[in-house]
T-cell receptor, first 115, second 112 residues
Framework: DGGITQSPKYLFRKEGQNVTLSCEQN?????MYWYRQDPGQGLRLIYY???????QKGDIAEGYSVSREKKESFPLTVTSAQKNPTAFYLC??????????????FGDGTRLSIL | SQKIEQNSEALNIQEGKTATLTCNYTNYSPAYLQWYRQDPGRGPVFLLL?????KEKRKERLKVTFDTTLKQSLFHITASQPADSATYLC???????????FGQGTTLQVKP
């Protein structure tokens, strides 16, 4: 079945530690996204990528980094500079950013907590 | 700044009734609007898309309206069932960027 796989489902971070969240898709989609979801708030865009080896900052990129070396993969690193990392992180993909009105397909998220 | 507002209070209705959820937006002129369903601990699932030149869109028991004058979209579920209980997110989008802005969602509880 085609879809998006996020791992791990739960992740714990120690002070001063960087952690990397995995996102893999087999939908052959060009565009991929990372969102953060906090209780009572909408999804906020962290980073997005339209094609391999290219990505742009979203609304809340500070303290995060990404890479897009392969079409299928878009890992997110939560760095120690992100002072409030506890949240539910969602990865999504769509056919093509800028093509407009294409639905996004989401993974089932990674819940990150501070130890 | 662009703002998307959905009813923050949960909507509780009886099985068989029609649920109506509201999405209002300000400082924004989206070219289209998408609706998603999210279950606890899961990622959102796409339901419907409506474009700015469409007044209404239907899919089975779902109906979406889009009023660009009122800057509002309404999402209706007819003949609601307990399995419809979930959080529903609206997400207007720009044709220029292709990016979506998500509302905070409205939680629907359908009681048997």
């Amino acid at each position: 079945d085609g879809g998006i796989t996020q791992s791990p489902k739960y992740l714990f971070r120690k002070e001063g530690q960087n952690v990397t969240l995995s996102c893999e898709q087999n939908l052959n989609h060009d565009a991929m996204y990372w969102y953060r979801q906090d209780p009572g708030q909408g999804l906020r865009l962290i980073y997005y990528s339209q094609i391999v080896n290219d990505f742009q900052k979203g609304d809340i990129a500070e303290g995060y980094s990404v890479s897009r070396e392969k079409k299928e993969s878009f890992p997110l690193t939560v760095t120690s500079a992100q002072k409030n990392p506890t949240a539910f992180y969602l990865c999504a993909s769509s056919g093509q950013v800028g093509a407009g009105n294409q639905p996004q397909h989401f993974g089932d998220g990674t819940r990150l907590s501070i130890l | 700044s662009q703002k998307i507002e959905q009813n923050s209070e949960a909507l509780n209705i009886q099985e068989g009734k029609t649920a109506t959820l509201t999405c209002n937006y300000t400082n924004y002129s989206p070219a289209y609007l998408q609706w998603y369903r999210q279950d606890p601990g899961r990622g959102p699932v796409f339901l419907l898309l409506i474009r700015e030149n469409e007044k209404e869109k239907r899919k089975e028991r779902l109906k979406v309206t889009f009023d660009t004058t009122l800057k509002q979209s309404l999402f209706h579920i007819t003949a609601s069932q307990p399995a419809d209980s979930a959080t529903y997110l609206c997400a207007p989008g720009s044709s220029n960027t292709g990016k979506l802005i998500f509302g905070q969602g409205t939680t629907l509880q359908v009681k048997p």
